[in-house]
């Protein structure tokens, strides 16, 4: 999702793209990394391969979580330092914060306390990503750094029900019941509130913080608001055009709480959101109608 509109913001612009698929090289595969790079030899690296996905996965998958991404990072940083590319930008995710910090989330609260237990081993491995940046950029002087986004949404998203987010997992539930008749589920209570940042608004802050950014610390990328999963649900419900009932399955996780980004850091460097929720899920429910047949997650995985 990340990687599709980063290429979508970046088309025009005058810049080469280079991309290679994951049948060419797995990047958890060190050789193949450093092989890729010394014949690519990118001038610079958006780095938004990762193993990711919902609260599920993330808790029921952690061994993939850890050394998947760790790998990938470790390999990226590490080929990037030795063939000179000039700047990398390595994205996180707002989960690195630990569970109960003071809400909105600044940048200096990175390890501050405990982590939410969900996804802990994806946070560590992405607060790894962050400190890998920052020491090459004190040992070698790399002009490496980090951003991390808020929950993300939007095309070319993963609908597989046990494996995606949220937004993904609503609109494929609500649309499907709208098609089918029935409720529509939602895990947890419906109380935790979560920021959604849209696919395309995402890219263009990527390409901003790359032109625009070369400091230590990492900067939130997000849009400042938040809505509970109940509401959003309503929303979601709304956007598809379903009117039956919406039923909460307790027996599911809730996650965090809160995980609201304190963008200030982003805005005093010029940039902000301009899609909102509910724009963006219009869009992404579109988008999904269009490419419902074929889409990731629910050709290997339709609904029963
Ligand atoms: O998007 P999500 O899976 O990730 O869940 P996290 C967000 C909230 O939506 C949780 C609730 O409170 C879920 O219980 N929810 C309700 C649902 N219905 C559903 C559903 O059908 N599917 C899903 N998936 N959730 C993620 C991390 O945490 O945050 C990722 O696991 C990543 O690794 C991302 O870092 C930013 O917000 O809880």
Redesign the pocket.
């Known amino acids: 999702m990340v990687g599709q509109a980063l290429m979508r913001r970046l088309a025009g612009t005058g810049a080469e793209l280079l991309t290679v698929g994951r049948d060419q090289v797995d990047l958890r595969r060190q050789a193949e990394v450093e092989d890729w790079m010394a014949e690519a030899r990118p001038h610079a690296v958006f780095q938004a391969a990762a193993t ?5 996965v ?1 808790d029921t998958r952690p061994a993939e979580f850890i050394y998947d991404n760790l790998a990938i990072e470790t390999n990226i940083v590490h080929a990037a330092w030795r063939t000179g590319v000039e700047k990398l930008l390595f994205l996180g ?3 690195i914060y630990p569970k109960l910090a003071p809400q909105p989330l600044t940048e200096d609260s990175l390890l501050t306390g405990p982590l939410e237990s ?2 802990q081993w ?1 946070a560590i491995a992405k607060i790894a990503g962050i400190r890998m940046c920052q020491a090459y950029r004190r040992q070698y002087g790399c002009r490496f750094i980090s951003a991390m986004p ?3 949404y939007g095309y070319n998203d993963f609908f597989d ?1 046990n494996a ?3 937004i993904p ?2 609109i494929r ?1 609500a649309d499907e019941a709208r098609v089918q008749g029935g409720t529509m589920t ?3 209570s419906g109380t ?1 509130r ?1 920021e959604f940042l849209f696919s395309e608004d995402l890219a263009d802050a990527l390409v901003f913080l790359m032109q625009a950014y070369d400091g230590e610390s990492h900067v939130n990328v997000g849009t400042g608001t938040d809505v509970t ?1 109940a509401d959003l649900a309503r929303l979601v419900a709304q956007t598809v055009g379903f009117e039956g009932d919406i039923v909460f399955d307790r027996d ?5 709480p809160r ?1 609201l980004l304190d963008v200030s850091k982003l805005t005093a460097l010029g940039w902000r959101a301009t899609t909102t929720l509910e724009d963006g899920l219009r869009k992404s429910y579109r988008w999904f109608r269009e490419n419902h047949e074929n889409l990731r997650g629910i050709k290997e995985h339709p609904a029963a």
Do not use: M
């Not at 990711?52 to 599920?56: A, D």
């Open positions: 990711v996905g919902g609260i599920f993330n995710t707002s989960c969900t996804n994806y808020t929950n993300l029900l995606s987010h949220v997992a609503l539930k939602v895990w947890g935790p979560r999963v599911k996780p809730d996650g965090t995980k």
